[in-house]
């Protein structure tokens, strides 16, 4: 029988189907941080159990690390208390970690990837929500709880229900100046927010089988945005050479044998899907979001809604939304003044992304009244950058260069918006103080798209701002 990938994935992960209804699914690889995991360890001490699979289980630290002084103890005694119950947690079960002096610390989703831990046809878990992030490379990915944490600690097992699977086919070519980001936010505005609950979604069509490994990651991270818990991208040659050579990946032959069997993996063209969207790449231009969810985004040359010409049901979240932001029903959004832009997440934080901004501000200074930052996604991204000037580029058009880590996506650190402020953001959330201000505005957008607004210091389209080639 024809299946899809997720299928595949799904039935060899299967131990069994529990009296609920639900799959007993095996968990390939179980990424933790110092966040979600705490807790989890306690419980899983308060009932005698210690870790099923250590060897199947890797930490990091992210959320809480500050990004200026890394020093230890942090200055941030609750940061503190927080990396040194993981560390504590890590010694005491044998699961490797990830910390600060390793050279290898950054973002869970950013640094799965980048040490070739994520491989295609692997279940991952992982206790944030943007773990979809891994589909990328063709693995059912998905965020829990932190008693699923629990659970997955103790057996290595999750109980789940199956999710159908909707085929997302974007095709065509996407303009000079416009990049994964744009299009996922695209994918959010067109289906909804809400749009993939009990969805996995596969991206699909030349479009995506054009992208780089990088750019599949920031569409597949944003899955969750959409509503979808899993995201993904078939396993193809783009995969392979990405993996080939990666610390974790498997070596020589049994790289070889892998391939072969990743590749084996991709959903067949005969497979039947539960639903299927067309986007066309080419009538995408660089978005931005006006508005507390990620689906409320306009191209940069569009003017926000007024709702008084929307459908009824849609009324009272963008009246929400406008007196939130402060933003007049159909001004423009580009204009929009900004405070802080911050290049930064496990959106868009890669060596990719990075290249982009730096050749937007190269030879350019950021606006007086900006304050910018570059938080490379992990300290082998940051090491890379360097080596190529990247950092000089930033530092002398005046961003701040930061260590690896969350940052301002979520605010877990010092890094903070303050009071009313405006700020131009490569991540991936934009509810009310997501940023760490109550009151703090979150304006989503491409990474190119940001670096632009941090020289002008407003909203502008980064392909006026920029030369791109055909
Ligand atoms: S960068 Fe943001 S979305 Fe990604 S793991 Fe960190 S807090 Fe979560």
Redesign the pocket.
Known sequence: MPSTLFKKVWDLHTVRTLPNGQTQLFVGLHLIHEVTSPQAFDMLRARGLGVKHPERTVATV??IVPTRDQRRPFGDVMAEDMLAALEKNVRGSGVPMFDLHSGAQG???VIGPELGLTQPGMTIACG???TSTHGAFGAVAFGIGTSQVRDVLASQCLAMDPVKVRRIRVTGHLMPGVFAKDVILEIIRRLGVNGGVGFAYEYAGDTIERMSMDERMTICNMSIEGGARVGYVNPDQVTIDYLRGKKYAPQGEDFDTASAWWLSLASDAQAAFDDEVRIDAAAIRPRVTWGINPGQSVFVDETLPRPADVPSAERAAITEALDFMGFGAGAPIKGTKIDVAFV????NARLSDLREAARVVRGHRVATHVQALVVPGSQAVRAAAEREGLDRVFTEAGFEWRGAG?SM??A?NQDKLEGRQICASS???NFKGRQGSPTGRTLLMSPAMVAAAAVAGEVVDVRDFAQYGD
């Open positions: 992210d959320h973002i869970v989703h944030d929500s943007h930064g997440s496990c959106t969350c996506c979520l877990m991540s991936n959330r």
